[in-house]
């Protein structure tokens, strides 16, 4: 299955599967921006439908970021949009991301987030669609799309709407007025802080983050498969019910927001001054 993807590669672990997310910065350096959102739900699909897998684990290759947008700066670089303003690239970039949710929704077994660092935009849309969360203490946690670049080092300098999973997600995480500080201000968070507030499960040390996650593995295969899936499928239909509300017109809002940059004359490269 390694062989099908560029941007993430996944271990088999017996019946548990590791997704490991690469970095979108080094992306654009590759020349593969387009190919994370359009492959990560294709992944999980493939992994929903083997039936020899009982449980996935979500995280990122490199200790420090799970997964984050690409840096501020690298939106100055030739090829930085990958795509976002054509609507053939939006498209994919967009449908990926409307697929990855779906799936890990669907999906019938458990999703953990191992949340190796910090996850921002996207990664941390991904994160909160998992059934478990799980992340190092110290790992900043933000939707960047209106940070426009506040967010150091992540983001692009300008606004977009948040609609890669945050505007569905995040209002059933917090309150009205907390979801809209978060998604319209781009508050940053640590993963200390949202574990303080229960939205998610364990903020552990570094050192710590395999034996949770382990730990939590462990307990899942013990379960039953049928009643597991059953049970995640019956608790899922309110979250389901809300990407069903939001989700689509969250993201074409933003390939709205890309596509008016295309219409301004911004086409793979983006002066700012």
């Not at 062989?3 to 690469?22: C, H, K, T, W, Y």
């Not at 967009?94 to 921002?120: C, S, W, Y």
Request: one cysteine or more; hydrophobic letters at 45%.
């Amino acid at each position: 299955m390694n062989d099908e993807f560029n941007s993430l590669r996944i271990e088999r672990r017996g019946p548990v599967a590791v997704v490991q997310m690469f970095n979108l910065t080094e992306g654009i350096h590759a020349g593969r921006t387009l190919d994370f959102h359009w492959e990560i739900g294709l992944a999980l699909g493939r992994l929903r439908d083997a039936q020899d897998v009982r449980v996935v684990v979500l995280t990122g290759v490199a200790d420090g970021e799970f997964m984050v947008s690409p840096r501020t700066d690298s939106y100055k670089e030739s090829g930085a949009l990958g795509g976002h303003n054509d609507p053939k690239g939006s498209w994919k970039i967009f449908n990926g991301i409307i697929r990855a949710h779906q799936t890990l929704i669907e999906m019938e077994k458990p999703v953990i987030a191992r949340v190796n660092g910090d996850a921002a935009g996207f990664g941390q849309s991904l994160m909160f669609g998992c059934d478990f969360i799980v992340a190092r203490e110290d790992a900043r946690i933000a939707d960047i799309h209106m940070a426009m670049g506040d967010v150091k080092p992540y983001g692009p300098p300008f606004a977009l709407v948040p609609g890669d999973g945050g505007a569905s997600l995040i209002p059933l995480y917090m309150s009205p007025p907390l979801a809209k500080e978060y998604l319209m201000l781009g508050k940053e968070y640590s993963a200390a802080e949202l574990a303080e507030w229960r939205l998610i499960n364990y903020a552990v040390p570094a050192d710590k983050l395999d034996s949770v996650v382990d730990g939590l593995v462990e307990k899942l295969l013990t379960k039953p498969a049928l009643a597991l899936a059953w049970t995640k499928r019956a608790v899922n239909r309110r979250i389901a019910a809300q990407h069903n509300l939001t989700l689509d017109a969250a993201a074409a809002y933003e390939m709205v927001n890309f596509l008016q940059w295309e219409r301004q004359g911004y086409t793979q490269t983006l002066e700012f001054e």
